[in-house]
């Protein structure tokens, strides 16, 4: 498989991110299954640490009512890690705090696959 160039895997995740509050991209337990590695993980801004099942438990519960608003991302930046991984980070600006947040994705034949994400409060 031919790496695409750094800009146009940047146009093809900056669509997707915030992660999981692009509805467009699924909100079905399939969808949220297909979009995650089965070893994603994610370290909250809480610091916590939460598994695949429970990110999709509770975004299953989160998409029954509608968003309370589109949270503007800003200051994007990618890094290729290996062949078809990249490292997208970004400033995620919400009503009551900004956080730093990190994705891995994986370029797989089945789609775009998120491996871990992190968010980070900036003090």
Not at 14 to 33: K, M, N
Not at 35 to 46: H, L, N
Request: with cysteine; charged share 30%; proline share 6%.
């Amino acid at each position: 498989m031919v790496e695409p160039s750094i800009e146009a895997v940047l146009a093809q995740l900056v669509p997707r991110e915030p992660i999981f509050h692009r509805r467009e991209f699924g909100t079905s337990r399939e969808a949220l299954e297909a979009m995650t590695d089965e070893a994603f993980w994610e370290i909250g801004a809480s610091g916590r640490v939460y598994t695949r099942e429970f990110v999709i438990d509770n975004l299953i519960k989160r998409y029954r009512d509608p968003e309370p608003h589109d949270w503007p991302c800003r200051d994007f930046a990618i890094s290729r890690l290996a062949d078809g991984l990249y490292q997208l980070s970004y400033i995620l600006e919400e009503p009551d705090r900004r956080t730093w947040r990190t994705t891995l994705w994986k370029n797989t034949s089945a789609g775009w696959k998120i491996l871990f994400h992190q968010g980070t409060v900036i003090a």
